[in-house]
């Protein structure tokens, strides 16, 4: 893949931008490629207010902020987002829409603070005039969007077979992820999505729609060409037919909630053989589709 580019204000390369992978790790001991970073300034603020009592407090609260994308001069959406790792949040987006092919090749991808605007820019002509005027907004926060022709193309995915999750590996990933320091535990309003590998976290991101959370992460994976076939997805979000939709685009065949289900979001995971486990807390958890995937090899009784 070609050589990615952000400019702000002039030009920087990817990897030189302090500002963009001030999460990244610090040593050998953390598994985590990306993480979140509460302490970033940029993504929350204090605000005055009172409690139960009346009492007066001051709190940190998430900071939202627009962000248009375009695809090379084509102007695609504005999402609502926290404003970190704009880049992999764009290019997770067309990807999860079917706006940019795996095989595209990438020549800059144009970033500019002041006016909320990211462009990606391709050397394959685009136009998608027409699929804009065909979409679905879904049940995720801060308005999700499915495009019609991802639907089509669903339909196709196929997901490896020869892959497991141990229970082992799930309470590991759900007390690792529940124990960090996040957002979530900073400020809240905000929704987390990780990507692991056996029962370590490699990527975890936050953003206030876990949509964008789940792009970032597929941004992540198309810049650094990571796989998804041996891979497990976790989020703190409902499991949605959007969820599985985004899921299965990336090739993960495990998708896993501390949260619930939709009807739609179970029958999807059943018609491409997705692993759909949810309200996994603790050691408790229900897989309504995959269930051949999880081998049982920690009693639940075990400390």
Same mark, same amino acid.
């Given at each position: 893949?070609?050589d /990615?580019f952000?400019?702000r204000k ?5 990897r030189r ?5 001030r999460?990244m790790r ?9 993480k ?9 603020r204090?605000?005055?207010?009172v409690?139960?009592?009346?009492q007066a407090?001051?709190?940190?609260v998430t ?5 248009? /994308? ?5 102007? &695609?959406?504005?999402m609502?987002?926290?404003?970190d !790792?704009?880049e !992999?949040?764009a290019l997770?987006?067309? +990807?999860?829409?079917n706006?940019l092919l795996?095989d595209?090749k990438i020549t800059?991808i *144009? ?6 605007t990211?462009v990606?820019?391709t050397?394959?002509?685009t136009d998608?005039e027409?699929?804009l005027?065909k ?5 995720g926060?801060a308005?999700?969007?499915?495009f019609?022709?991802?639907?089509e ?5 196929t /997901?490896p077979?020869?892959v ?11 007390k ?26 490699l990527?975890?991101m936050?953003d206030?729609g876990r ?6 992460i597929?941004g992540?994976m198309f810049?650094e ?5 041996d891979k497990i997805?976790y989020?703190?979000?409902?499991l949605t037919?959007?969820?599985?939709i ?5 090739g993960?065949?495990?998708l896993v909630?501390r949260s619930g289900f939709?009807?739609?979001g179970?029958? +999807?995971a059943r018609?491409v ?6 309200r996994a807390?603790?050691?408790r958890?229900i897989?309504?589709a995959?269930?051949e995937r &999880? ?6 009784e *075990?400390?």
């Open positions: 893949m070609e /990615l952000i400019i002039g030009a920087c390369t990817l931008c302090p500002h963009i992978f999460a610090t040593d050998d001991d953390d598994s985590f490629l990306i979140p970073d509460p302490g970033d300034p940029r993504l929350t204090k605000v005055e207010g409690d139960q009592s009346g407090l001051i709190t940190s900071v939202e902020r627009p962000l248009t /994308l375009f695809l090379n001069g084509q102007e &695609i959406v504005t609502m987002t926290i404003g !790792y704009p !992999y949040l997770g987006y067309l +990807l999860n829409q706006m795996h595209d800059a *144009d970033f500019d603070a002041d006016i909320d990211i990606v820019r050397k394959r002509k998608y027409e699929k005027k979409k679905t907004l879904t049940s926060c308005q999700g969007t499915v019609g022709d991802v639907m193309s669903f339909e196709k995915k /997901l077979t020869d497991e999750i141990r229970t082992s590996w799930l309470y590991a990933l759900i690792r992820i529940n124990t960090q320091p996040s957002l979530y535990l900073e400020a809240g309003a905000i929704h987390g999505c990780a990507l692991a590998l056996g029962g370590k976290p990527l975890y936050e206030v949509h964008n959370a789940v792009d970032k597929a992540y810049r060409n990571m796989t998804g076939e997805f989020t703190t979000g409902r037919s959007e969820m599985v985004k899921t299965v685009q990336m993960i065949p495990i909630s939709t009807a739609w179970v029958d +999807l018609q053989g997705l692993t759909l486990i949810g807390r603790g050691r958890f897989a309504l995959g269930a &999880i081998v049982h090899d920690v009693p639940i *075990d400390d």
